[in-house]
């Protein structure tokens, strides 16, 4: 049976032996931020990394799979952008990990090069009432009219708290778009607009990088990235038409 070890953001647990680390295959999953399953001795050196980060990780000698999150980023801006949004919003959480800053970052840069204004939350938990925080304090006085938060659950708190206390219409008043397109983001009480991470197509990359690796084992390391794919649906004005058949084609 394989051992598991499980360590936060990205790092073994500190009391991995460095030959487990050279030893085994690294996958990141929602539950926990990396686990490692040790390969016995005799297998050679086999590593492959299912991770935020778009850099080689120090002292951990392993290719990167990777979804492209600076690009879903951009996307967003630009989706909000061409909504006519003047006066946007990034939520994230305190958190601050690698995907969800590479996502925030790229989107504010987005709109800074079109000269339009941001402002940043980055505070509480990733979770449902982070977004209803932020929506309470965000939307109380300045004229926010687009909003990307950086995961689905932070933007249906966002998005209740809009529509709910703060009598925003959505998305005449307010566009607003989420990341990792969870079951609950196609409900009908949200549908919101998000990003989907490629989970196949990562699991398959990974499968075809530890085959290469085992082919090649001195050939370089590399960064692997795979784009997120648009989910068009309900909360971002001049999208909203073409929902269904953007839902549809992507299923």
């Known amino acids: 049976m394989p051992h598991w070890i499980a360590g936060p ?5 500190p009391d991995t032996p460095p030959w487990v680390v050279a030893r085994c295959f690294v996958a990141f999953t929602a539950a926990v931020d990396v686990v490692a399953v040790v390969r016995p001795a005799a297998w050679p050196p086999l590593g492959a990394l299912v991770t935020p980060p778009m ?9 990167t799979v990777v979804t492209d999150h600076a690009a879903g980023g951009r996307a967003a801006a630009e989706h909000l952008l061409a909504a006519g949004c003047q006066h946007l919003a990034v939520v994230s959480s305190g958190a601050r990990t690698a995907s969800l800053e590479g996502r925030l970052d790229a989107f504010c840069k987005r709109a800074m090069q079109a000269g ?8 509480g938990p990733t979770d449902y009432a982070t977004g209803r925080e932020a929506a309470l304090a965000m939307l109380a006085e300045e004229a926010i009219d ?4 950086v995961t689905d659950l932070i933007a249906l708190g966002f998005l209740d708290a809009a529509r709910l206390d703060r009598g925003r219409r959505v998305p005449d ?5 989420g990341f990792d397109d969870i079951p609950q983001a196609a ?13 196949r197509l990562l699991t398959d990359q990974v499968m075809q ?35 269904s058949a953007s839902v549809g084609s992507l299923r």
């Open 9 to 13: 953001r990205g790092t073994p647990r």
């Open 55 to 63: 850099t080689p990780m120090p002292g951990l000698a392993v290719d």
């Open 116 to 123: 339009v204004p941001v402002r940043i939350w980055r505070d």
């Open 146 to 149: 687009g909003a990307f938060c």
């Open 173 to 177: 008043d307010l566009s607003l778009i």
């Open 187 to 199: 409900w009908n009480a949200y549908q919101l607009t998000t990003f989907r991470q490629p989970v």
């Open 209 to 243: 990088v530890i085959r290469q690796r085992a082919e090649n084992p001195e050939s370089p390391h590399a960064i692997f990235t795979l784009p997120a794919s648009p989910v068009i649906r309900m909360t971002v004005r001049g999208l909203a038409a073409q929902g």
